[in-house]
Every structure is written in structure tokens, then in C-alpha cells.
């Protein structure tokens, strides 16, 4: 199994800018998550999917962000516009019938907004 | 917070020394795990302890739980160069959908 597949691993931005984070879960897992990671703040949920159907969005930060899963194999995390504060690594991970079993992970998108 | 806190925030140890880290919660769970994140890596899951037990081993590591005191210790035994990396409990807390994860604790293992 290929794991979880993130894309870009870096990516480095102007401020304004539109950028869009990509996942592909492990296949036959039904749950998809977005965390977004910071010295400050730690490991932050910002989204979770169920079946691709998202269940639970409070964690996304304003409107400039906002998440799709238009099949089971398919995730995008989307800023627009972009800012310095977002400066992060955002990871995704997936899981297999549970929210709060094993959490399998991407290696992660570090973005950085200047 | 809802996160967990671990404790210590940084250790350092020789190699082959053991290596004990602890986590505190603040409300009901029904599961405790333990991950690591190597520099510049995803997080992996190291273990999964349910509510109802104590202590649970896997290979070198050994996590305990007291849901009493709402705290968990992971503990790696004769530990390596390799295990050098951040170590972060997540928690399932009862009722939530989701999991918490703490503020990490970093381990160097020094050669």
C-alpha cells in the first residue's frame, strides 16, 4: 500500500495568491482528515470527511479556506487568498470505519506564505 | 484546551538508556494512542490503549494508562539513535468525533 499521498511537500507563495493542497487517502478508508501544524499552536483538526460527505468543519479557520472530497480517492485542502499567517504544514490522514482509531498520515504540504 | 499536554517538552538521553514520557488529559476517553514524528515527516501511530486498560506492550514500548489521574506514560526501553524524533499522545475523548493531540515531547538519543 502506497499510504497517503500528499502534494506539493513544499510550496512557497506570495501573499494573494491561490493555493491548493492535494490528498489521496488509502484506499478503502472511509474517513479523511486535514491538520494543519504550527510551533505555536500544535496539531490543529481543521476538517474531517465521511465517506466524502464532510462531517465536522469547525476547525477551519475563516473563509479563505475551504475543503472538497469529490470521490473516495480525492481531497483538496484550497486558500484563497492566501496569507503569511497560514505559513503551516498541513497534513492529511485517513482512517478505516472509526474517527478516533489509527490515524494514517501523509508526510505532509509545508506552505509558506510571504 | 482540549489538547493533551506531554511532559517533558525535550529530553535528551544516551543511547541504550530507557526514555519515559507522560501525558495528561482533561476529560473521558475511550482511547489513548501514542505517535511519532520523525523531522520533516507525517506522524506514524505507535500504540492504542482503550479506556478499560492499563498497560500495553509492543516491542520496546510500553504505555500505561491511569484514567484516575487522567495520565499515560509511554515508556522505550533501551532506546537508539533511530528514536530520535517528537512523540505526541492523542486522545479519543468520549462523545467527541475526533482525535486531540497533544503539544508533542522531544526526544534526542545521543549516540
Known amino acids: 500500500d502506497a499510504g497517503v499521498i500528499q502534494s506539493p511537500r513544499h510550496e512557497v507563495t506570495e501573499m494573494g495568491q491561490e493555493v491548493t493542497l492535494r490528498c489521496k487517502p488509502i484506499?478503502?478508508?472511509?474517513?479523511l482528515f486535514w491538520y494543519r501544524q504550527t510551533m505555536m499552536r500544535g496539531l490543529e483538526l481543521l476538517i474531517y470527511?465521511?465517506?466524502?460527505?464532510?462531517?465536522?468543519d469547525s476547525g477551519m479557520p475563516e473563509d479563505r479556506f475551504s475543503a472538497k472530497m469529490p470521490n473516495a480517492s480525492f481531497s483538496t485542502l484550497k486558500i484563497q487568498p492566501s496569507e503569511p499567517r497560514d505559513s503551516a504544514v498541513y497534513f492529511c490522514?485517513?482512517?478505516?470505519?472509526?474517527?478516533?482509531?489509527?490515524?494514517?498520515f501523509g508526510e505532509g504540504s509545508r506552505l509558506t506564505v510571504l | 484546551s482540549q489538547q493533551g499536554e506531554e511532559d517533558p517538552q525535550a529530553l535528551s538521553i544516551q543511547e541504550g538508556e530507557n526514555a519515559t514520557m507522560n501525558c495528561s488529559y482533561k476529560?473521558?476517553?475511550?482511547?489513548l494512542q501514542w505517535y511519532r514524528q520523525n523531522s520533516g515527516r507525517g506522524l506514524v501511530h505507535l500504540i492504542l490503549?482503550?479506556?478499560?486498560?492499563r498497560e500495553k506492550h509492543s516491542g520496546r514500548l510500553r504505555v500505561t494508562l491511569d484514567t484516575s489521574k487522567k495520565s499515560s506514560s509511554l515508556l522505550i526501553t533501551a532506546s537508539r539513535a533511530a528514536d530520535t524524533a517528537s512523540y505526541f499522545c492523542?486522545?479519543?475523548?468520549?462523545?467527541?468525533?475526533?482525535?486531540?493531540f497533544g503539544t508533542g515531547t522531544r526526544l534526542t538519543v545521543i549516540p
Open positions: 490522514a485517513s482512517s478505516f470505519k472509526r474517527t478516533t482509531g489509527e490515524l494514517f
Open positions: 492523542a486522545t479519543g475523548k468520549t462523545g467527541a468525533n475526533n482525535l486531540f
Open positions: 484506499s478503502g478508508h472511509d474517513y
Open positions: 476529560t473521558s476517553i475511550n482511547n
Open positions: 490503549i482503550r479506556s478499560n486498560e
Open positions: 470527511f465521511n465517506n466524502n460527505v464532510p462531517i465536522d
